[in-house]
């Protein structure tokens, strides 16, 4: 479902402007993309190429405050001191990636609070992955290693999106995702080389989050319904089968060093394509997930509506504090105004 759109009259191509002016924005935009340059808010863009990008970098947002919640679920049971301080530090760096999505949504003309709303109203949707339980400490390493390694490679190629303020908060939002993969790597690695139960902990998780994180990527590009006019507007660079791919050719290496099985026993290195096969997930199970019938879907909707009701004194908060700076800085520029510069720094002589 479409975001609302707040149409701005500077940035929008369909505001009444005379019929000239509309194609001279649609000729400038298609020379961007010709160009391989990146469109800024400013510019002059079709109203799909914009309500396209609301939906992906909302969903994407939503994703990350979401994806906090299965690993939150084990920040009070960590295994040490220093496991801790890693997921603490981890489950903050989604917020904050949840932070820059929504300002970057917001360039294009819509309100964050308009698009939770959407979120908790369930007309817009979050990455499937999050509908999943975390159910033993292995499932953090699980996630780390495969949802952050899923995420990782769909998001790399997102820093050159052809959407200026999308592709910048990707820069940052894939360093910080680097770091997570790498502790999730760690983590289960700890486990592979601990004692038997902790061993066959780490393959239970990695069990169940495989297919779930090869889901991730999407529909099979014949069914994908966004991906042709997405790869044409230089918003994806890739399609959803050919990341699927990478994270697969990427991913079954590490598990040989961590010493995982796949669990896929037609998985194999396919010398003619120079790629591995594999087991293509359940896409009927991911519709079922992305409509709301998945294991977690109920519970962290649940969760996020009663942490943003009990978030509702902070956002007030907030926003009396700004209004008072706000208050001073046009006090002070008032004060300001009138002074020339003889009067400016000290008194008059
Ligand atoms: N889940 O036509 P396409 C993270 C929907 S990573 C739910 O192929 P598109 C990091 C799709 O929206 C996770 N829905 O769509 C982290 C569309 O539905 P619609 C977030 C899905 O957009 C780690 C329909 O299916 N990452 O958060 C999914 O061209 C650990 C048809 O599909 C991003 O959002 C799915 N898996 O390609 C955080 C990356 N797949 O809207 C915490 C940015 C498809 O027509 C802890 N997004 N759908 O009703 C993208 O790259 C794209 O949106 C795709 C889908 C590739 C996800």
């Known amino acids: 479902m479409a975001a609302r759109v707040r149409t701005n009259p500077e940035i929008s191509t369909d505001t009444g402007a005379d019929a000239a002016e509309r194609s001279d924005g649609a000729a400038a935009f298609e020379a961007l993309l010709a160009a391989d340059e990146?469109?800024?808010?400013?510019?002059?863009?079709?109203?799909?190429?914009?309500?396209?990008?609301?939906?992906?970098?909302?969903?994407?947002?939503?994703?990350?405050?979401?994806?906090?919640?299965?690993?939150?679920?084990?920040?009070?049971?960590?295994?040490?001191?220093?496991?801790?301080?890693?997921?603490?530090?981890?489950?903050?760096?989604?917020?904050?990636?949840?932070?820059?999505?929504?300002?970057?949504?917001?360039?294009?003309?819509?309100?964050?609070?308009?698009?939770l709303d959407q979120l908790h109203s369930g007309r817009q949707k979050y990455s499937s992955i999050f509908n999943y339980p975390t159910l033993t400490w292995a499932d953090v390493g699980a996630i780390g290693w495969l949802v952050d390694g899923a995420a990782i490679t769909n998001q790399v190629p997102l820093c050159r999106c052809s959407y200026g303020p999308y592709a910048r908060a990707m820069v940052r939002i894939c360093k910080e995702e680097s770091f997570h993969q790498r502790q999730g790597f760690d983590l289960l690695l700890a486990l592979t080389r601990g004692t038997d139960r902790q061993r066959a902990m780490a393959q239970d998780a990695v069990d169940r989050w495989w297919y779930p994180s090869l889901a991730m990527f999407g529909p099979p590009d014949a069914e994908s319904t966004h991906g042709a006019q997405s790869a044409a507007w230089g918003i994806k660079r890739f399609s959803n089968d050919e990341l699927r791919q990478r994270f697969v050719d990427m991913t079954v290496p590490q598990a040989e060093v961590l010493g995982v099985r796949i669990p896929d026993p037609d998985l194999r290195w396919n010398a003619e394509r120079g790629h591995h096969d594999f087991t293509q997930p359940d896409y009927a199970e991911l519709l079922r997930v992305i409509k709301g019938a998945g294991p977690c879907n109920a519970q962290r909707m649940a969760h996020r509506r009663r942490a943003h009701e009990e978030g509702a004194w902070v956002r007030e908060a907030a926003s009396a504090y700004a209004e008072k700076h706000a208050d001073k800085h046009r006090a002070a520029d008032g004060a300001g105004a009138g002074r020339t510069d003889d009067s400016i720094g000290g008194p008059a002589a």
């Open 38 to 115: 990146r469109v800024e808010p400013r510019d002059a863009m079709p109203d799909g190429y914009r309500r396209t990008l609301v939906r992906q970098i909302a969903q994407h947002a939503h994703s990350e405050i979401i994806g906090m919640q299965p690993e939150a679920n084990w920040i009070s049971r960590a295994p040490s001191l220093r496991r801790k301080a890693i997921l603490m530090a981890k489950v903050q760096d989604e917020a904050g990636h949840g932070l820059y999505l929504y300002a970057a949504a917001e360039t294009l003309g819509v309100d964050r609070a308009d698009l």
